[in-house]
């Protein structure tokens, strides 16, 4: 059985720095090619931020771009999102997600973090609360 649990969320004001992990485990990470961090505010929509597959090429969704790093460490089966300059519109529950592939968009041409459709697994989630 297939666990994601992720940690590092919590409270910072706006301009600081927060580190998130996901632990994976009961599968060989190597296994899923892509991983994800997605967040989701009450009410709307969630939202996919970050992808990695196996082979280390990253997507972002624009309003995280130069300010979150997607990493991965095979050997201790973890996914981090290192999460800097944070604003309150950074404020949501993020969730970590396994055989999340980014979808290609035929306006631009680019891969792009997908949507929370068609997701293989998901954590429970870790709150990031950003404070102005």
């Known amino acids: 059985q297939v666990e994601l649990v992720e940690s590092g969320g919590g409270s910072v004001q706006a301009g600081g720095s927060l580190s998130l992990s996901c632990a994976v485990s009961?599968?060989?990470?190597?296994?899923?090619?892509?991983m994800a961090w997605f967040r989701q505010v009450p009410g709307k929509e969630r939202e996919g931020v970050a992808t990695?597959?196996?082979?280390?090429?990253?997507t972002y969704v624009d309003s995280v771009k130069g300010r979150f790093t997607i990493s991965q460490d095979k050997a201790k089966k973890t996914l981090y999102l290192q999460m800097n300059s944070l604003k309150p519109e950074d404020t949501a529950m993020y969730y970590c997600?396994?055989?999340?592939?980014?979808?290609?968009?035929?306006?631009?041409?680019?891969?792009?973090?997908?949507?929370?459709?068609?997701?293989?697994?998901w954590g429970q989630g870790t709150q990031v609360t950003v404070s102005s």
């Open positions: 997600a396994a055989d999340a592939c980014p979808d290609y968009s035929d306006d631009d041409g680019e891969y792009h973090p997908p949507r929370g459709e068609h997701i293989g697994y």
């Open positions: 009961g599968y060989s990470y190597s296994s899923f090619y892509c």
């Open positions: 990695i597959d196996s082979d280390e090429s990253t």
